[in-house]
């Protein structure tokens, strides 16, 4: 049984990624806030090690002791507007963190590294986060092929009700005034299950041969912020109301960017259309489309509805 290591083990995604992987390989967690590691520790029952990617050292340390052949790079600060405003803070967890996590992964002989990306790093990127994602995915395909360590990204869209994002603040806006203001009714966004989430990696790992060196996307459908917001408040109550924009928001986002067509191929993997990114080889037949928010099939009323309806049981508060 192989060992897989989490790094940001104790998030929302990590933790499901622990409990999918947990049957068939040994799993272990890292993270660095003991409170949250501790009751991940209880939802997965995984072993869950404190350890801070910014710091080399600590990633060392534990890649020494737990010997991962597989690492899942998901430790991240991901919020859009923290980071415009604490850039140097997110460069350290982002980028310094994902290149201590490569290079120990590269030192101790790891077999296979998946990063998570985001829709926020696809061209054009518009804020800092992006930025530092983009990095992550450069620099992980980039090292792919230089030693025996396998490398790929994988990059979702809004992966609904994780920490911090629109609907679980929603939620709370409107359990406490029933009114939810939002920044943007008319942007656009991709939303998947974490289910999806999670069925993405375990793809990027069982066919790793295709992807590597690569970012493998999904198709994924959108939603106007306006739709869902009018389909919350006729079947709940109260009102919505525009407030303030945020540092570093963009109207649609992009799964696919059109700079990224001559070097991105579709594949079927599970029955599912995928897309396959890379930077610097031009694709023999490459895709016709980009996949931007804006365009891509939308999310109907029920698929709403059954997204906004299961908020996941809140295990960790
Ligand atoms: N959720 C989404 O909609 C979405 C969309 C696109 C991409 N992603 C990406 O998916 C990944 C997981 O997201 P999520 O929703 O699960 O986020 P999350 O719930 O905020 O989890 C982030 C995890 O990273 C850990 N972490 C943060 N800084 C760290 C550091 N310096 N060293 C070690 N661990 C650190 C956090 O724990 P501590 O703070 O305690 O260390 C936590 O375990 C991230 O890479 C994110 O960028 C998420």
């Keep these: ?181 939002t920044t943007g009714p008319d942007m656009t966004r991709f939303f998947f299950t974490v289910d999806s989430a999670v069925a993405l990696v375990l793809t990027a790992l069982d066919h790793m041969e295709d992807v590597r060196g690569r970012v493998l996307g999904r198709e994924m459908k959108s939603a106007r912020i306006r739709d869902i917001l009018d389909l919350w408040i006729k079947t709940r109550g109260g009102r919505w109301e525009p407030i303030a924009g945020r540092p570093g928001e963009r109207t649609d986002e992009y799964l696919l960017g059109d700079a990224e067509l001559p070097f991105t191929v579709e594949r079927r993997f599970d029955g599912i259309r995928h897309f396959v990114i890379s930077f610097n080889q031009r694709a023999a037949e490459p895709v016709a489309a980009g996949l931007s928010s804006a365009t891509a099939v939308r999310l109907s009323e029920a698929e709403i509805l059954d997204i906004i309806g299961s908020p996941p049981v809140e295990e960790l508060k």
């Excluded at 501790?38 to 020494?64: K, L």
């Excluded at 899942?72 to 290149?99: M, W, Y």
């Excluded at 980039?142 to 869209?157: E, Q």
Aim: charged fraction near 20%; aromatic fraction near 6%; include cysteine.
């Design 1 to 181: 049984m192989s060992t897989v290591l989490i790094t940001g083990g104790s998030g929302f995604l990590g933790r499901r990624l622990a409990v999918a992987l947990r049957g068939r390989h040994r799993v272990v967690l890292a993270a660095r806030n003991h409170k949250l590691n501790h009751a991940a520790e209880h939802f997965t029952g995984c072993p869950v090690i404190p350890m801070d990617v910014a710091h080399i050292e600590a990633v060392r340390d534990v890649f020494g002791e737990i010997r991962p052949e597989i690492v899942v790079h998901a430790a991240a600060t991901k919020f859009v507007d923290l980071a415009e405003r604490q850039p140097l803070e997110c460069i350290d967890v982002n980028v310094v963190g994902s290149e201590n996590v490569a290079r120990v992964a590269i030192e101790k002989g790891v077999a296979a590294v998946v990063g998570i990306s985001t829709d926020k790093a696809a061209p054009p990127v518009r804020n800092t986060y992006g930025l530092t994602k983009a990095l992550m995915e450069r620099m992980f395909c980039a090292l792919d092929g230089k030693t025996a360590t396998r490398f790929a990204c994988v990059r979702y869209g809004n992966v609904a009700w994780s920490t911090g994002s629109v609907l679980p603040i929603w939620k709370r806006m409107h359990e406490s005034t029933g009114v939810i203001g």
